[in-house]
């Protein structure tokens, strides 16, 4: 999978309003459908096809995406970026290789069919890319250790040392 996709056709080139124009000007026989392609710059081939799709709802008929489906469905994704926002608003930072392990628990428990390495159980590092391209609102770095001497500072003693400190100070200051 390449990690930056060059659109190489020109497929899809229409705007959304103007072929839901023009198909409901074919289907209300407004116009035939050369006219309504070359009024509404639209292809006539694309315009029959979907004029053809009776059953399904205008808005579905048009919006049809191109490429590839995700790896994983949307609301399995969001969970996921959910997750990784919380264990980081607990100060408990995920690695990328954390992240690409969930990914592929996700897709067994879920019955996804995936491309990922079921010897490894991990997702792929382009699928990790393009995640993270899809979602710019996370940064995964390696964790930073604490020091043996910071942890072991922090105790209850010295915690209620500073804050008899802070009280005193801002008592001072009123």
């Not at 990690?3 to 000007?25: E, F, G, L, P, S």
């Amino acid at each position: 999978m390449p990690r930056t996709y060059i659109r190489k056709n020109m497929r899809k080139q229409w705007a959304a309003d103007a072929m839901t124009a023009a198909v409901t000007a074919v289907r209300n026989k407004e116009m035939g459908y050369l006219k309504a392609s070359k009024t509404f710059g639209v292809p006539r081939a694309t315009l029959e096809r979907k004029v053809k799709c009776i059953d399904t709802p205008l808005s579905e008929v048009v919006n049809v995406p191109l490429g590839r489906k995700p790896t994983l469905p949307p609301h399995i994704e969001a969970d996921l970026v959910n997750y990784i926002i919380e264990m980081e608003a607990r100060l408990f930072g995920l690695t990328s290789t954390d992240v690409r392990r969930m990914a592929y628990q996700l897709a067994k428990m879920n019955n996804i069919k995936t491309d990922f390495n079921i010897n490894n159980e991990i997702a792929g590092k382009d699928w990790l890319i393009s995640f993270l391209c899809k979602h710019p609102e996370l940064s995964l770095r390696s964790p930073e250790s604490t020091s043996a001497a910071r942890a072991t500072a922090f105790n209850k003693v010295n915690v209620g040392k500073f804050f008899d400190l802070l009280e005193k100070e801002v008592d001072l200051k009123k």
